[in-house]
């Protein structure tokens, strides 16, 4: 048996994910790519804080992984 038509559209789309991309970028509203950054920040700081919390001497790692999207995100907040 064959692939459901939902499975092969997400199928397409994971083999070129440039027209996914190219349909944000087109619609001329901001709001989803504000939408998208603030949910990786926020994915990355809290990986940081696992991160900080699993291996504690590696503290250093953990201050560079998640201090540049604690800023982005500030930056968000305060602009």
């Known amino acids: 048996m064959g692939k ?3 499975c092969q559209d997400w199928a397409e789309l994971l ?3 440039r027209p996914l991309a ?4 087109q619609t001329g509203d901001s709001t989803i790519g504000r ?3 603030v949910y990786l920040c926020v994915f990355l700081s809290a990986c940081a804080i696992v ?3 699993s291996f504690l001497r590696l503290w250093r790692g953990a201050l560079g992984q998640g201090l540049p999207p604690a800023i982005a995100l500030l930056a968000t907040a305060l602009l």
């Open 35 to 37: 939408t998208l950054i």
């Open 51 to 53: 991160f900080l919390v």
């Open 15 to 17: 083999r070129r994910p």
């Open 4 to 6: 459901t038509p939902q």
């Open 22 to 25: 190219c349909r944000f970028r």
